[in-house]
């Protein structure tokens, strides 16, 4: 980029697409951020009526209603429900204008050296000779026509829908500046670039509150995915220094466990006897334990493995931790399993609050067997 923006060519992104694809498409060895929508979030242009919501939905989907209120264009609805689809049904939709918004722009000497195939022109209103004369001069053609579908000069449609899908592609680029990726289906009535803007803009501080504060839900009567027998099977730690008593949610990159904080905890009798406050070393302990399930379940025999911690960054305390309090810990894949050797970012909940978190980094190290 050279210049404060790209060029519009014919405003669709066909192009653009196609100089990515030329490009190549490289595998980053890292984890997509996604921002998952769990209750409907609005905005709403009082002066236009233009209106974008949110709402939960298993994948991205996006739905774009215009009305423009004239006879030649009217009310147009496109949808994008799989984000694939996006190269043949979305990309090489073009933008467009009315007639009236040409008339402006002639008037104030404007559109110079323009070209009609950079945009499909509505003809919405009587046109005059006069003003035909003086787009033929502007666009350098000898002659313009108005064809029967009500579009200037020689354009054909990709679809009956076009101005809807152009529509809808501004909404899917405007959206991302928000810079998360959206799990939600939005729906966008009368979008247009101010009202899309505005909406990530709110979307991106919901995105960026929640990502900060945001305290996972779990159902703590439900029978864990592992009890502590099943802990001690794979974690060679022992009381007093087993720190995780549930397990409760796990998959290829990430892993939920949980503790409870009693006043029956032999730290206790020496850390703040008056005031008890659980270390937070040991929590950060009880995380790493609970990270060693995740690496330890990569392989067939964990009973004959040792975890140990080979680097702690970027540590946080927030909230104290005391006897009664109920610890969920959320640890997530920085960057995949490779050697045995993983990087973690882990989290302790607790009363519903952030209490601490940290980068961790472990390695698995086999001591027995064959």
Known sequence: MDSPEPPILDGSSKFFVEALEKAGIVEQDAFREEYVVKEVISYKDEDTGSEITVIPSETYQVTAMVDFGTKVLGTQNATLNILSDFKNEIADARTFSFLHELEMLLENGLIKGGDLN????????????????????????????????????NLTLHQPNEAARHKLLDVIGDLALAGTRIRGKVIANKPGHYVNTQFAKKLAKIIKTEMRNNV??????????????????????????LLVDKILEMSDTHVVGLKNV????????????????????????????????????????????????????????????VP???????????????????????????????????????????????
Do not use: W
């Not at 919405?124 to 003086?134: C, L, N, V």
């Not at 159902?219 to 220094?241: E, N, Q, V, Y």
């Not at 302990?285 to 392989?299: C, D, K, N, R, Y």
């Open 118 to 153: 950079n945009a499909i022109v509505y003809v919405d209103k009587e046109i005059s000779e006069a003003t035909m004369k003086k787009l033929e001069k502007a666009f350098k053609k000898k002659k313009l026509s108005v064809k029967p579908n009500g579009i200037l000069d």
């Open 216 to 241: 996972p839900k779990y159902d703590l009567h439900k029978a864990p995915l592992m009890d502590i027998g099943k802990i001690m099977s794979m974690l060679p730690h022992r009381p007093p220094f």
């Open 262 to 321: 009693t006043m029956n905890e032999p730290f206790f009798v020496g850390h703040f006897p008056g005031a008890p406050v659980m270390p937070g070393v040991l929590q950060l302990e009880a995380m790493a334990q609970t990270g060693g399930i995740l690496v330890l379940s990569t392989v067939p025999d964990p009973d004959n493995y040792l975890t140990y911690l080979l680097k702690i960054d970027n540590v946080r305390y927030k909230h104290q931790v």
């Open 324 to 370: 009664g309090d109920t610890l969920i810990f959320k640890l997530d894949l920085i960057s995949p399993i490779r050697r045995g050797i993983c990087q973690m970012h882990a989290k302790a909940y607790a009363n519903d609050k952030l209490v601490s978190e940290a980068e961790i980094m472990a390695q698995i190290i086999k001591v027995k067997g064959d």
